[in-house]
């Protein structure tokens, strides 16, 4: 596994990019992640007119190479919706928690959700017997502690004290605090 972490600008992707098409010319079985919408990723590999890699994992096609190549772009909402289902026991509660729009408005948007979600991908594609080797284009970010940190300040947010905010999402909030939430 290899995580290539910097600002922007600094090359992660074409980085990411050469490391995968090494990986997949020494016989390896490589997946190769970005979060990133503009599809350079794409660009790089040369897929940007076979429709990009967005909508899921691609194989890039190669010749003459042992190994094998797959590109995706992380959507952020779908991984995070994965996560509840995964990790919650009753369907009821899961349905609760999609339906709540301050879940839907957390998986979208909220800083660090990209982090969370791209290194939950990770470890999806590492676990898997499907690849030898999976790489991770990250977003731009000043230190790669605060990219690393970014799980962290996620988990907080699913203590018990706030998961109950996700819990009954057609009740109505009660005081002036959870008015706010409620909204």
């Known amino acids: 596994m290899l995580v290539c972490v910097g600002s922007g600008g600094v090359g992660?992707?074409?980085v990411?990019?050469?490391l995968a098409m090494r990986g997949a010319q020494l016989g390896r079985?490589?997946?190769v992640l970005t979060v990133d919408p503009a599809k350079r990723l794409a660009t790089a590999l040369g897929l940007e007119d076979a429709g990009g890699v967005s909508g899921g994992e691609r194989q890039v096609p190669l010749a003459d190479v042992k190994g094998s190549l797959h590109a995706a772009v992380i959507d952020s909402k779908a991984i995070f919706d994965d996560f509840i289902r995964t990790h919650s026991k009753e369907a009821d509660v899961v349905a609760r928690i999609m339906r709540n729009r301050l879940y839907q408005q957390m998986s979208t948007t909220l800083s660090g959700a990209q982090e969370f979600t791209a290194l939950e991908r990770l470890l999806q594609g590492s676990e898997s017997d499907r690849f030898d080797l999976v790489i991770l284009d990250t977003p731009p970010t000043k230190h790669a502690m605060d990219f690393l940190s970014a799980p962290e300040r996620i988990q907080s947010l699913f203590q018990d004290s706030v998961t109950?905010?996700?819990m009954a999402p057609d009740e109505k909030p009660q005081g002036f605090i959870a008015g706010i939430v409620g909204r």
Request: charge should be positive; aromatic fraction near 16%.
């Open 16 to 18: 990411s990019s050469a």
């Open 12 to 14: 992660k992707t074409t």
């Open 29 to 31: 079985r490589v997946l």
């Open 164 to 166: 109950k905010w996700f």
